[in-house]
């Protein structure tokens, strides 16, 4: 194997695994997906010019691996209302350190929060807050500017805020109907 190719493995594997995994919410496709970067890592690096840190290029290559796997699944069913958050979905052998945040109740309601949000919010979210890229970053990895990425931002903030103000009252009231019964 190419040790460039190992290097960049090393280095970035678990931040390429995690930014699929909050993308597409199941631990068997993120892996696949993972798989699909490299493919077209190993296919492109030639033309990897180095304009941007590594790690840009590759969370730029994941964001078309996702969105084309969106597309796809768009194509077969309407994707949008189709996945929820579940543990049958991770089908985890091990542990990974986000099911144990899981167990936490406002992680809970942020990862249900995160699912509802658009693709672009999502893909904002998730490069800003947990691979904690800058603006000017994310712009890159995304092939956006600057400006759209600080107005997707806030707008995602503000539904990923509402969202769960939603969700914590529907618990609320599902608490309050069990306790009647």
Same mark, same amino acid.
């Given at each position: 194997?190419?040790?460039?190719?190992?290097?960049?493995?090393?280095?970035? !594997?678990?931040?390429?695994?995690?930014?699929?995994?909050?993308?597409?919410?199941? %631990?068997?496709?993120?892996?696949?997906?993972?798989?699909?970067?490299?493919?077209?890592?190993? @296919?492109?690096?030639? @033309?990897?010019k180095g304009?941007?840190?590594?790690?840009?290029?590759?969370?730029?290559?994941?964001r078309h691996?996702?969105?084309?796997?969106?597309?796809?699944?768009?194509? %077969?069913?309407?994707?949008?209302? +189709?996945?929820?958050?579940?543990?049958?979905?991770?089908?985890?052998?091990?542990?990974?350190?986000?099911?144990?945040?899981?167990?936490?109740?406002?992680?809970?309601?942020?990862?249900?929060?995160?699912? @509802?949000?658009?693709?672009?919010?999502?893909?904002?979210?998730?490069?800003?807050?947990?691979?904690?890229?800058?603006?000017?970053?994310t712009a890159?990895?995304?092939?956006?500017?600057? +400006?759209?990425?600080?107005?997707?931002? !806030?707008?995602?903030?503000?539904?990923?805020?509402?969202?769960?103000?939603?969700?914590?009252?529907?618990?609320?009231?599902?608490?309050?109907?069990?306790?009647?019964?």
């Open positions: 194997m190419d040790p460039v190719f190992e290097q960049l493995y090393e280095k970035y !594997h678990n931040d390429l695994f995690n930014f699929l995994f909050y993308m597409v919410r199941n %631990r068997e496709q993120a892996e696949d997906l993972v798989q699909e970067v490299y493919v077209r890592v190993l @296919r492109s690096y030639k @033309r990897f304009q941007c840190s590594e790690k840009t290029w590759l969370l730029s290559i994941a691996v996702a969105i084309d796997f969106f597309r796809k699944q768009k194509r %077969r069913r309407q994707w949008a209302g +189709s996945a929820e958050w579940s543990e049958e979905q991770i089908g985890a052998d091990e542990p990974i350190p986000e099911e144990m945040a899981i167990q936490n109740e406002e992680i809970q309601l942020m990862y249900r929060g995160l699912a @509802r949000c658009t693709v672009d919010q999502r893909l904002v979210l998730v490069l800003r807050f947990i691979q904690s890229l800058s603006i000017a970053e890159e990895a995304l092939g956006w500017t600057e +400006s759209k990425v600080k107005t997707t931002q !806030h707008r995602a903030l503000k539904a990923l805020k509402q969202y769960m103000e939603e969700e914590a009252k529907q618990e609320g009231w599902r608490c309050e109907k069990a306790q009647l019964e």
